[in-house]
């Protein structure tokens, strides 16, 4: 039984589906492109706005002011969520990743060398990230999840929304101009992504990176099998495209990302993976004979240790010819010249066998990374699904990579002394797989994750398990993995990381003149928010100074003044009261390239202006600075 509607019929939206039966390209998120229809209408060419090749929604611009407009935010440190505060190079950050970028622009500015994420994928489903400017809170319903007391960040994006692609686009946009700025001239940016978004991810790509820095689009093969839901074709690979922000400066690390392919090269030197292969021309029957091509027989004589070989008669120096174990006489590969050429190239080796010395030629692995990735080790449900599973032990994560994808893209793209930055960090695969591989090879690569504390669902497993939000589930499993990762290596490595909050600044917002009144003028006096600590103050410090939230921090007690030094001398700050030019005579000995204290803190006017002569006198290439 279907129910009565007591309404008019909306002949609006009637004509305008009518439209999109005949014209399809007409109809845009529920729109008519008058224009186009007029076209579509006539066979001679229409008069109207000029066009260009490009990508336009609803909301571009707004998106490009955005990602240049300043933001009052900043990030608080959280030392009882963190893991080796102290030590660790490695960074956790609660919040809303365009935020989190936003405030760490300065700090990062052209510092990370890859960027990898796994946005959301605009199934109609998916929970994005609601821009301030593009929706009103009354146009739809299906707002959920508020994850803070500044109220609702994320929304589900179903395909209802009238602005279904426009809104995943400003989202995505925004964000992408911002972390274009953190990547290094020979830095890159992978994508991952379905097919529901492909193109206008590519078209954002291309317009940010520009479309002759797209390196590539991988398909990978994550679920063999096809989703068994679908109605037309069962999904079964996604998508990764790469950017450079410079594809001159990039250059791929040569590894051998197929398992089968290790064992075909097993060895290595610095100009990659190779194989040996007798120098003794073994093919070509009679025409490799000696007998047939004499100009190919002639000496290579090698030292005593295998370690040197030349064409040039020396003393004590082995003198092999190309004869078979068999005894038949051949001939080498090359010409007397090319050998030489060869052999001052490195690529012949000798090696000593059954009593005899034989010669060898390098042939090394021709390193193309192909655009499908098949191995089973990218299957998302047993390295990724499972592997999260058992390692939370629950059911915590839908669709996390795979470890092993993650590792490669890491092998493939860095080096071990890189930072990688992942905004979606979900699950925190990155984080897993920068430890990993740092762990097999000794590496020093450094991780930033940005994950936004969307409400777990309290019917969930998650939920069951104790975790609240996803955050929760990825701080937690880098510390789970890290566990394990220690179990099975001995190598001193960093695991921990710094965790932060993306927060309200530490300082009040200057009131006008007009606003202060007799009853909150002495809130005027102290501009430091009551809820803010000392720690609180550094970083945000440390954040607008463009330093990096990893450098390390000592705390101090001068003139009985608590002082903090970051990165030695780098930046020493004291937020105590009372402060005169007697702790300046001290700090200046340390001879600081920044010191930065309360504008508050000082005994008087005339201990303010004492204060900086002394730093004058002592150490006149610091900067001071107050807050």
Not at 232 to 240: Q, R
Not at 283 to 309: A, C, H, M, T
Not at 603 to 613: G, L, M, P, T, Y
Request: proline share 3%; hydrophobic share 35%; aromatic share 10%.
């Amino acid at each position: 039984m279907q129910k009565l509607k007591l309404n008019t019929k909306n002949l609006v939206d009637e004509n305008i589906q009518k439209l999109a039966d005949i014209f399809p390209n007409v109809v845009k998120e529920g729109k008519v492109d008058f224009e186009l229809l007029k076209q579509m209408l006539s066979d001679v060419l229409i008069d109207g706005c000029k066009e260009r090749y490009g990508l336009n929604w609803v909301g571009k611009r707004e998106s490009i002011l955005k990602a240049n407009t300043p933001i009052n935010k900043t990030l608080r440190p959280i030392k009882e969520k963190s893991v080796d505060f102290e030590n660790t190079k490695n960074v956790y950050i609660e919040g809303d990743n365009f935020e989190a970028l936003k405030i760490i622009q300065e700090s990062y500015l052209t510092k990370i060398k890859m960027i990898y994420i796994d946005p959301p994928y605009n199934t109609g489903t998916a929970m994005i990230y609601k821009n301030d400017y593009s929706i009103s809170e009354d146009e739809y319903q299906n707002e959920i999840n508020a994850v803070d007391e500044e109220g609702v960040k994320l929304f589900k994006n179903t395909d209802s929304n009238g602005r279904f692609h426009s809104d995943w686009l400003n989202m995505m946009y925004e964000r992408l101009l911002v972390a274009r700025d953190l990547l290094r001239e020979d830095g890159l940016m992978i994508m991952a992504i379905d097919h529901n978004e492909l193109h206008n991810l590519i078209h954002l790509g291309d317009e940010v990176f520009g479309e002759t820095n797209r390196l590539g689009i991988i398909s990978v093969v994550h679920k063999p099998e096809g989703r068994n839901q679908a109605k037309f074709f069962g999904t079964s690979n996604e998508y990764m495209i790469f950017y450079a922000k410079n594809k001159d400066n990039i250059n791929f690390n040569q590894v051998i990302l197929d398992e089968n392919l290790k064992n075909e090269y097993p060895y290595t030197d610095e100009k990659g993976n190779y194989k040996l292969k007798n120098f003794i021309r073994l093919s070509d029957g009679k025409y490799s004979l000696r007998v047939n091509k004499p100009d190919f027989w002639y000496p290579i004589f090698v030292s005593p240790d295998l370690q040197e070989l030349t064409l040039e008669e020396k003393h004590n120096y082995f003198k092999i010819y190309p004869i078979t174990d068999s005894g038949q006489e051949r001939t080498w590969k090359t010409t007397p010249q090319t050998t030489q050429e060869r052999i001052k190239n490195k690529l012949l080796v000798a090696k000593k066998e059954n009593n005899s010395i034989k010669i060898y030629e390098k042939l090394y692995e021709n390193q193309v990374i192909k655009t499908h990735w098949i191995d089973k080790k990218y299957h998302g449900y047993h390295y990724g699904t499972k592997l999260v599973d058992n390692l939370l032990g629950a059911k915590t994560f839908d669709f996390p990579k795979s470890l092993y994808l993650i590792i490669d893209i890491l092998k493939l793209t860095t080096s071990q002394n890189d930072i990688i930055l992942d905004f979606f960090s979900g699950s925190a695969t990155t984080a897993h797989a920068v430890m990993e591989l740092n762990a097999e090879d000794g590496g020093n690569r450094q991780f930033i994750m940005v994950q936004i504390p969307e409400i777990v669902d309290e019917k969930s497993e998650a939920y069951k398990a104790g975790f609240r939000t996803i955050a929760e589930i990825g701080r937690e499993r880098i510390i789970r993995a890290a566990e394990k990762i220690k179990s099975q290596y001995t190598n001193p490595l960093d695991f921990g990381f710094r965790y932060f909050k993306v927060d309200t600044s530490n300082f009040k917002e200057a009131k006008d003149i007009s606003e202060i009144t007799q009853e909150n003028l002495f809130e005027t006096i102290e501009n430091i928010k009551p809820d803010r600590n000392d720690l609180d103050l550094l970083f945000e410090v440390i954040l607008n100074l463009g330093l990096e939230l990893t450098l390390k921090i000592e705390t101090k007690e001068i003139l009985d003044k608590k002082v903090y030094f970051v990165e030695q001398n780098s930046l020493i700050a004291c937020f105590d009261d009372n402060i005169d030019d007697t702790l300046a005579k001290e700090l200046a000995t340390y001879e600081p390239l920044k010191v930065v204290l309360k504008d508050s803190s000082f005994k008087s006017d005339s201990d303010k202006i004492n204060f900086e002569q002394t730093f004058k006198e002592l150490s006149p290439e610091s900067d001071i600075w107050v807050v």
